[in-house]
């Protein structure tokens, strides 16, 4: 089952702040983000692996709450090259199922 | 260069024609994912094969259908092509099959734009 992603899309100015949420109906054992941009494949982001662990990645970084079967992924002062699509995996099994994904635009 | 290798890049052909699908994954990976990817929409699992042996299947249509080779790469058959067919077809490796652990993320490979006509 598919994990579900919101918003759909968002629009920035650089330097702006955005968060992407990613919710499953099933236990997580592990949260996987991806970005692609326009006319690529996806690129791995990060992953977290247990209940309240964060991730960060230049100034963008991640939280896992294991509980509320929930992760948000959190993009601060956002620049240009944030531009493309964001997807959310979860690892269930040994299938990797992403959420619609979030279109982020991000406009000087 | 993602280190995931796929062949074609581009291709395209008729309705009812069928199509074969290439990939090598990245050295010393052992599993591939197969993804289909609509235009602009997300990306829907087809089929998971790990050293050989198939591992979990998503919404892989049965004109669809999907093998891992000794050598390790993997080709996806797409038979009595319809346009809806028309994607991007992605490939993606792992070093194992379980993506649970921190140590196993997905590359994925440039993607075959099929079209169908």
């Known amino acids: 089952q598919q994990p579900v992603q919101s918003p759909q899309a968002v629009i920035l100015r650089e330097g702006e702040d955005a968060v992407i949420n990613c919710s499953s109906s099933k236990a997580l054992y592990s949260v996987h983000w991806y970005r692609q941009k326009h006319g690529e494949a996806p690129v791995f982001l990060m992953i977290l692996l247990k209940g309240g662990e964060q991730k960060g990645h230049d100034k963008i970084s991640a939280s896992f709450n294991e509980k509320k079967q929930q992760s948000s992924l959190y993009l601060t002062a956002s620049q240009l090259s944030y531009s493309g699509t964001y997807f959310c995996g979860t690892g269930i099994n040994n299938d990797m199922r992403f959420g619609a994904g979030t279109r982020l635009t991000v406009k000087p | 260069d993602s280190g995931v290798t796929q062949t074609p890049k581009h291709l395209i052909t008729a309705t009812g024609q069928r199509v074969t699908l290439r990939c090598s994954p990245r050295?010393?990976?052992?599993?591939v994912y197969w993804y289909q990817q609509s235009l602009d929409q997300g990306l829907q699992f087809l089929i998971q094969?790990?050293?050989?042996?198939?591992?979990a299947k998503g919404n892989i249509l049965e004109r669809f259908s999907a093998q891992q080779f000794p050598d390790l790469h993997s080709e996806l058959n797409l038979s009595s092509l319809e346009l809806g067919d028309s994607a991007l077809y992605f490939c993606?490796?792992?070093?194992?099959?379980?993506?649970?652990?921190?140590?196993?993320?997905?590359?994925f490979g440039a993607g075959s734009r099929l079209t169908v006509l």
């Open positions: 050295s010393g990976d052992l599993s």
């Open positions: 094969y790990y050293n050989g042996e198939e591992r």
């Open positions: 993606a490796s792992s070093a194992t099959g379980t993506l649970i652990s921190g140590a196993n993320v997905l590359t």
